[in-house]
């Protein structure tokens, strides 16, 4: 049973940073594209970086090019985001998710999701 779990969100003030963690079990986050993806309240849900599997290739959304950065641990299956000088517009549940498509900045091809985790950026 595949299962991604979220952590290190919260409440931060502008121009912090967090550290979000998305562990993987059931399946290896080296063979899979992994996103981050992030929900605003009343607004669709967003890819907002990605890392693809076969190699260190990354995607970032312009709203968060410069600032987030995602990275991959193979021996710890785990996946990170790295966010930096946070802004009040960065607040959102902020979802792991695993793909085996061919496209890894293909929202859609998006297979296994985590339950999320929240971070509020307080101004």
């Known amino acids: 049973q595949v299962q991604l779990v979220e952590s290190g969100g919260g409440l931060v003030q502008a121009g912090g940073s967090l550290r979000l963690s998305c562990a993987a079990s059931?399946?290896?986050?080296?063979?899979?594209?992994m996103g981050w993806f992030r929900q605003a309240p009343g607004k669709e849900r967003d890819l907002i970086a990605a890392i693809r599997w076969s190699a260190s290739n990354t995607y970032y959304a312009d709203s968060v090019k410069g600032r987030f950065a995602i990275s991959r641990d193979n021996a710890k299956n785990t996946v990170y985001l790295q966010m930096n000088s946070l802004t009040p517009e960065d607040t959102a549940d902020y979802y792991c998710?695993?793909?085996?498509?061919?496209?890894?900045?293909?929202?859609?091809?998006?297979?296994?999701w985590g339950r999320g985790t929240q971070v509020t950026v307080s101004s």
């Open positions: 998710a695993a793909s085996f498509s061919a496209d890894y900045i293909d929202s859609h091809g998006y297979n296994y």
């Open positions: 059931g399946l290896s986050v080296s063979r899979y594209s």
